[in-house]
């Protein structure tokens, strides 16, 4: 990415409250997470990009590298209109 693209992907993870988790030697990156509700979003930034929804009840997971902010912003978003608008803990 850019160093703007970082600049803003940095700026997004601090108003959306993902914490600092870890430095990936392997990957070359920075690891910041967040939970909403039964997810935990990872999102890796340095050498790769990276992305990662963890489900806490089923324990699946989906990762995607990525290449423009706007896609980490976008799963963001999605996550919280889910939680804002429905009920995602399985009955």
């Given at each position: ?19 600092y ?21 990872t ?18 997971s ?9 896609l ?20």
């Amino acid at each position: 990415m850019k160093p703007l693209q970082v600049a803003a992907l940095k700026q997004f993870l601090a108003n959306n409250h993902f914490v600092y988790s870890e430095y990936n030697e392997d990957a070359g990156a920075v690891v910041y997470t967040v939970t909403i509700d039964v997810w935990t979003m990872t999102v890796a930034y340095g050498d790769e990009c990276y992305y990662c929804l963890y489900n806490n009840f089923t324990e699946e997971s989906f990762c995607e590298e990525f290449d423009n902010v706007s896609l980490v912003m976008r799963v963001y978003d999605m996550l919280s209109f889910l939680k804002e608008n429905f009920r995602l803990i399985p009955r």
